[in-house]
């Protein structure tokens, strides 16, 4: 197999680095064919994410790892003793790589889904590009039906692995769909922010902000289509709302049980407090009762560590999955080394039989010409089949090149151009 | 015929049925879409079988599969079966769906040991009336029991949340709110089937018989079994008790309600009939 690949990710540099190291994408043209000007590069794609930077190479022959640092730290303009670290790998272990990438499980965050958005559009970019050649198309049109597949049959992407969304995961828990749920915000700060963006991501239209300074409630409940409500917060507010999420930089409690009981005290329907504040907002003496639910930082914390526990116990499934897509696509490739050959001992079997057919034609009547083209052509086909099928257990079972080549040799014909190519092709794989 | 009818397809169907369960338990330890998507499709493939298996044993009897204690326990088992269908086609419930499939399949292994096969034709269980009097009330009494596990399944939730207990069975149940909502809507609709059930039983009283009643032990147990169900839906209605607590009412008037349904019906069957 031809594939080289050599990359960085998290694991290995810093965010500093790694945003460095980023390909703009304005620039992946000229990335690109600075690469391709390598004869010996039949096809490229480059992976370029905030977590990673890989190439994904479709060499003629193998490049030595000084060639591939190089070609990297000069693309990703990486200093000489930063070009040491770049991971390289080759052939099988390639195609293992980047089928556990698009499926999330060598992502920063397990089982993560945006990294299978950005196979997709590497590749994409890629093919617009013309870089690819077959054997790459294979590769990434598997990833990403690797990476589908991964999130399909098992749970891998499943439950929130940060605190907002385990908040915002918990509310959809709660009550379902936010689209008729009233909220109210208490606090204007970038918790709070990311927090109300996610759950107006789930619908919610209904808002109401209460702050310490009023012009920053202002101008949130104006990005929000929502109202300001007073500070503090009042009873009258608590009873509104159906959701109450608070994160405010206040030493002291804010939310009172006291006053929420005042508040719920006719209420039927459930009601949610997400407590995002260190230290508490709400009053560590409400507790979680019939309809009252009350959840805190920690709690979320606790959330979000299950939820990786779970996607850690469906990665032991994905990688079974990944396993047995990288068997697919090497016994892929080994059938298509022969290809050639097949197509090769086709064409001259078929010749040969044709030219016969013709050449006796003359012999026999209409009718037993008739049967002689059926019969020359399944003793044709009989030959080639077994003649294939031997071809192929000695490729794909014993990975055995030598009887290909045999084979080729065996059926070239003087006139034919084409064989040199096979041949050459295959010698390249015998020398591998 | 009778064979295939009475006994050949109930075996079947309760196979078919515990396949089902098998791939739902399976699902429920552990999220897979491409089989959820399948046992989806699975079970609108059981429910087909058991409607057709319903349709044949009417053909055979020309009458509603009402004629015994075991084809109504089948019957009822179609009708839970229904809805529980309905409701995957609405909302995603990995594991509530368990319920339903374990009480369809308990109901099926009653009817077969119970006997399906009706040795008599009950004068009073034939004609028109009959069977449209006993198939609203068990389309009712299936709903009841549907607003009792989705119930269960909101008190599930409910613990799940408040204990913080993160595990699988936090993310394979629908959403609190939604179950919640199916409850309220499977109890609304339960009350009205009862309701219209019980007052045509009456006007055809009052009517044919001029009066004189027909299952008058039967009757009053179903009339009491109203009033309960009318006192949660009320309760529902007005949202007295909070959805927790209504859940939980839910679950303990489902409860109720399947007792004393099985007793009237066992009562009336087994000679406890006026």
Same mark, same amino acid.
């Given at each position: 197999m031809k594939l080289e690949l050599i990359g960085l990710n998290h694991t290995i540099f810093s965010a500093e680095i790694r945003g460095r190291a980023a390909i703009n994408p304005d620039h992946l043209s000229d990335v690109v064919n600075r690469i391709l000007e390598n004869e010996n590069v039949e096809g490229v794609v480059v992976l370029s994410t905030c977590n990673r930077v890989e190439l994904y190479l479709s060499p003629k022959l193998h490049s030595s790892e000084a060639e591939l640092r190089s070609l990297f730290a000069d693309v990703c303009h990486l200093t000489r003793e930063e070009s040491f670290e770049p991971y390289i790998m080759r052939d099988a272990e390639v195609t293992q790589h980047l089928l556990r990438v698009a499926s999330g499980l060598d992502s920063q965050f397990l089982g993560e889904v945006q990294i299978l958005t950005q196979v997709k559009q590497a590749y994409h970019t890629a093919l617009q590009l013309a870089c690819t050649n077959s054997i790459l198309n294979r590769l990434f049109l598997q990833a990403i039906e690797c990476g589908k597949l991964v999130r399909t049959r098992t749970g891998i992407s499943q439950g929130a692995v940060s605190v907002a969304y385990a908040a915002v995961d918990l509310a959809e828990r709660v009550f379902g769909k936010l689209t008729d749920r009233k909220v109210l915000l208490v606090g204007a700060g970038e918790t709070i922010q990311l927090a109300s963006k996610y759950i107006a991501e789930s619908g919610a239209t209904s808002w109401r902000v209460s702050n310490r300074t009023p012009e920053r409630a202002q101008l949130l409940a104006d990005a929000l289509g929502g109202e300001v409500a007073a500070w503090p917060v009042r009873e009258e507010d608590l009873a509104w709302a159906d959701l109450i999420v608070s994160a405010t930089n206040s030493p002291d409690v804010v939310i009172s049980a006291e006053s929420v009981k005042h508040a719920l005290a006719h209420r039927r329907e459930p009601v949610l407090f997400l407590d995002l504040a260190v230290p508490r907002d709400v009053d560590p003496a409400l507790q979680s009762a019939d309809d009252i639910y009350v959840y805190c930082v920690d709690d979320f914390r606790e959330m979000v560590e299950a939820n990786l526990k779970l996607r850690e116990r469906e990665a032991v499934r994905a990688a079974k999955? !990944?396993? %047995?897509? &990288?068997?697919?696509? &090497? =016994?892929?490739? %080994?059938?298509? %080394?022969?290809?050639? =050959?097949?197509q090769q001992l086709q064409l001259v079997l078929e010749a040969i039989r044709t030219t016969e057919v013709e050449n006796n034609a003359h012999r026999f009547t209409p009718e037993d010409r008739e049967q002689m083209e059926k019969f020359s052509r399944a003793m044709m086909k009989k030959v080639t089949s077994l003649i294939v099928a031997n071809l192929k257990r000695a490729s794909l079972d014993k990975n055995d090149l030598s !009887?290909? %080549?045999? &084979? =080729?040799?065996a059926f070239a014909r003087e006139d034919q151009t084409s064989v040199k190519e096979v041949l050459e092709k295959l010698d390249h794989e015998l020398s591998h | 015929m009778n064979l295939i009818v009475y006994l050949l397809l109930p075996a079947l169907l $309760? #196979? $078919?049925?515990?396949? #089902? #369960?098998?791939?739902?338990?399976?699902l429920a330890g552990r999220p897979d879409q491409q089989l959820e998507r399948r046992a989806v499709r699975a079970g609108w493939a059981a429910l087909a079988l058991y409607a057709i298996w319903m349709a044949l044993v009417s053909l055979q009897q020309r009458q509603v599969p009402v004629l015994t204690v075991g084809q109504l326990l089948a019957f009822l088992g179609l009708l839970i079966w229904a809805d529980q269908t309905y409701v995957q086609h609405r909302i995603r419930q990995r594991l509530l769906v368990v319920l339903p499939l374990i009480t369809v399949i308990l109901l099926l292994l009653a009817a077969v040991v119970v006997g399906i096969h009706p040795n008599t034709h009950p004068k009073a269980m034939s004609g028109p009336w009959s069977a449209f009097h006993i198939t609203l009330s068990l389309a009712g009494v299936a709903m009841l029991l549907g607003s009792g596990v989705f119930g269960a399944g909101a008190m599930i939730l409910h613990r799940q949340i408040t204990h913080r207990a993160f595990g699988p069975l936090f993310g394979a149940l629908p959403p609190l709110g939604d179950m919640n909502r199916l409850r309220s809507f499977a109890l609304y609709v339960g009350w009205w089937m009862i309701t219209i059930s019980l007052a045509s039983s009456i006007v055809y009283m009052i009517i044919a018989n001029a009066g004189a009643p027909i299952f008058f032990a039967h009757l009053h147990v179903m009339f009491g079994l109203w009033l309960v169900i009318s006192v949660l839906t009320l309760s529902e209605k007005r949202n007295w008790l909070g959805q927790y607590r209504q859940a939980r009412m839910s679950v303990v008037l489902s409860a109720l309600i399947l007792l004393m349904v099985m007793a009237s019906v066992v009562q009336m069957f087994l000679g406890g009939r006026a």
């Open positions: 999955l !990944v396993d %047995r897509e &990288v068997e697919e696509f &090497v =016994t892929w490739y %080994r059938e298509n %080394r022969i290809a050639p =050959t097949i !009887v290909a %080549r045999a &084979v =080729t040799m | $309760v #196979l $078919v049925y515990s396949g #089902l #369960l098998a791939m739902w338990l399976q």
